[in-house]
């Protein structure tokens, strides 16, 4: 895929993968980055080049709408959509570890807004030459963490629901739909989970995400994701075992 004069959406882009991202396709392309802190993301962009700001809360249709619009309105357009955004929740399931409500502010931001996002900028996305989607997943999408069982719950709903934008889109539009599956990264978002002291750094992975955005790859297994995933499928029951100890 080209990876020039495109107008790029990333929500999370204020921090982590997603401002990794957009450092790395800055210099060629406009990029959107989207966020709820209005002043963490003027911070983060204040010294890119080609990098716009949006304050918008994904979880609200009605920032999504005016997120839409404001896109539309002073962009003209839009070539790829970046569902970077997430939430989540480091504990162990018990009775008192309310995981119905933990769960359900997971999935509305790792699973739901990525949905409701792609509805609504995909007649954009069709306008275009050429187009992507890429939602971010995890690792965890297809091992699952025991430390993050309803974040790994979500981001296994993205990745199937991935796989089946990919396959209706490719149909009969030229939207191609990527994925992202990082491992653990050095973020702000990965401090509970050692990521400060196991984590590969976020840019790395914008690294890798560029090579095969370009390279047409449209699952990314970002360092160790690859070789665990092929060991899952092997052998699920021991990789998860490894994979959790």
């Given amino acids: 895929m080209n990876i020039t004069n495109n107008t790029i959406l990333i929500t999370g882009g204020g921090s982590g993968i997603g401002l990794e991202i957009a450092k790395a396709l800055s210099p060629a392309n406009k990029i959107?980055?989207?966020?709820?802190?209005?002043?963490?993301?003027?911070?983060?962009?204040?010294?890119?080049?080609?990098?716009?700001?949006?304050q918008a809360d994904?979880?609200?249709?009605?920032?999504?709408?005016?997120?839409?619009?404001?896109?539309?309105?002073t962009f003209g357009g839009l070539n790829i959509l970046i569902n970077n955004a997430?939430?989540?929740?480091?504990?162990?399931?018990?009775?008192?570890?309310?995981?119905?409500?933990?769960?359900?502010?997971?999935?509305?931001?790792?699973?739901?807004?990525?949905?409701?996002?792609?509805?609504?900028?995909?007649?954009?996305?069709k306008e275009q030459t050429e187009a992507a989607i890429v939602n971010v997943s995890s690792i965890v999408g297809?091992?699952?963490?025991?430390?993050v069982p309803t974040y790994s719950d979500s981001k296994a709903a993205l990745h199937?629901?991935?796989?089946?934008?990919?396959?209706?889109?490719?149909k009969d539009t030229n939207v191609k739909v990527f994925e992202l599956?990082?491992?653990?990264?050095?973020?702000?978002?990965?401090?509970?989970?050692?990521?400060?002291?196991?984590g590969i750094p976020a840019s790395d992975v914008a690294n890798?995400?560029?090579?095969?955005l370009?390279?047409?790859?449209y699952e990314i297994r970002v360092g160790n994701t690859g070789l665990l995933y092929d060991n899952f499928f092997a052998a699920s029951e021991g990789a998860f075992a490894t994979f959790n100890n």
């Fill in 32 to 54: 959107i980055i989207v966020g709820r802190n209005k002043e963490k993301l003027d911070a983060a962009a204040k010294d890119l080049e080609n990098v716009f700001t949006i």
């Fill in 58 to 73: 994904i979880t609200n249709e009605s920032d999504i709408n005016r997120l839409y619009d404001e896109v539309k309105t």
């Fill in 86 to 125: 997430g939430h989540a929740h480091y504990y162990t399931i018990s009775e008192n570890s309310d995981t119905y409500s933990k769960a359900l502010a997971e999935f509305t931001t790792n699973y739901f807004a990525p949905i409701r996002l792609t509805e609504k900028f995909l007649p954009l996305l």
């Fill in 142 to 147: 297809f091992v699952p963490g025991s430390h």
């Fill in 160 to 170: 199937s629901h991935t796989r089946i934008l990919r396959y209706q889109l490719a």
């Fill in 181 to 198: 599956m990082p491992p653990l990264v050095n973020t702000d978002f990965s401090v509970e989970i050692g990521g400060r002291e196991n």
């Fill in 208 to 212: 890798d995400f560029v090579k095969a």
């Fill in 214 to 217: 370009q390279e047409n790859i």
